[in-house]
């Protein structure tokens, strides 16, 4: 037998699926830049909308328009930033050690010291 062939009776190399694969770097740019201009458009109409119509609506109103054009770039920026995040974790950030009979001496004591105290 060659041994560019595979054996059956040995494990296939990981297959991955399409649907896992990350997506692509150019697309989800123009993704999060196309948010960021939306979002900036509502901020302009917001901030045009307030000054228009100054003195014509109750004042709660415009001053909701002008907080909304002051609050808008911070949240576009945030969300225009969070983006490609690795999803590929478990959400933990340490990793489980395990411990059994015989992991070593107990915690504090150095390897020349016993128990007791002794070294």
Known sequence: MSSSRRRPD????????????????TDDLARRQKRYLLQMGVRILC????????GRIPMWASLLLIIAAVVLPYS???FANAGRERRDSDGSFMAAREIGPGSGAPRGLGPSQDPDGRA
């Not at 901030?47 to 100054?54: C, K, P, S």
Request: charge should be negative; glycine fraction near 4%; aromatic fraction near 8%.
């Open 10 to 25: 040995l494990p296939s190399e990981e297959v991955h699926s399409i649907t896992t694969a990350p997506e692509p770097l």
């Open 76 to 78: 576009a920026v945030l």
């Open 47 to 54: 901030f045009a909308g307030a000054v228009l119509t100054w």
